[in-house]
């Protein structure tokens, strides 16, 4: 099993470029969930799907972020302008089958936004 | 509404001594409770689950974890730790039958094991 994969694993950009996230969830799992983790604010649930669907978006910080779920296999977050102040380390997380309510982490994303 | 306090933001410990990692929740209803352990720069592993049954949990790496549901606390546990336990560790819960429920964790806390 490989796991939920993220990429990239990296990401520096200039303030006001648009930022893509991109994540495969667990094959068989139908939950997925975007986390933001800063030393600051600690880990904070930004949306998450159950059958591509999104189900609670409530943690996303403004409209400049937006995330889709085309299928079960793939989800990308997206960040249109980025700030500074949207650096983080971003990890997508899923959930299903016999994994009914542990959620599995990918490595996460390292955004940096100068 | 679901919440979860881990009082201790660091532990520091020696090597082969004992640890206990606190962990209390707030629910009115039952639930699902997680310990999930985060080394640097990766994402967070699932180191044990209560989901019911028996209040005293085994996981990966030697620790454990009990659950007390009257003083609403599951403290995690291993009796020697080793340098490569160096880590934050999360505890979290979710709502019990609530399969598509999300997941409330606390800050986490950092276990730092010295030579």
């Known amino acids: 099993d490989a796991g939920v994969i993220q990429s990239p694993r990296h990401e520096v950009t200039e303030m006001g470029q648009e930022v893509t996230l991109r994540c495969k969830p667990i094959s068989g799992h139908n939950s997925l969930f975007w986390y933001r983790q800063t030393m600051m604010r600690g880990l904070e649930l930004l949306i998450y799907f159950n059958n591509n669907v999104p189900i609670d978006d409530s943690g996303m910080p403004e409209d400049r972020f937006s995330a889709k779920m085309p299928n079960a296999s793939f989800s990308t977050l997206k960040i249109q302008p980025s700030e500074p102040r949207d650096s983080a380390v971003y990890f997508c997380?899923?959930?299903?089958?016999?994994?009914?309510?542990?959620?599995?982490f990918g490595p996460g994303t390292r955004l940096t936004v100068t | 509404a679901q919440s979860v306090t881990q009082l201790d933001s660091q532990v520091p410990v020696f090597e082969e001594a004992p640890v206990e990692l606190r962990c209390n929740y707030s629910s009115s209803v039952s639930v699902y409770l997680f310990w999930y352990v985060q080394y640097p720069n990766q994402g967070l592993q699932l180191l044990l689950k209560?989901?019911?049954?028996?209040?005293l949990v085994k996981g990966i790496n030697g620790f454990e974890a009990e659950f007390n549901k009257s003083q609403t606390s599951f403290h995690l546990r291993k009796p020697s730790v080793h340098i490569s336990d160096t880590a934050e560790y999360f505890c979290?819960?979710?709502?019990?039958?609530?399969?598509?429920?999300?997941?409330?964790f606390g800050t986490g806390t950092l276990l730092a094991v010295q030579p």
């Open positions: 209560y989901l019911s049954g028996s209040t």
């Open positions: 979290a819960v979710s709502l019990y039958g609530g399969a598509t429920n999300k997941l409330i």
């Open positions: 997380a899923s959930r299903g089958g016999l994994a009914k309510y542990e959620q599995y």
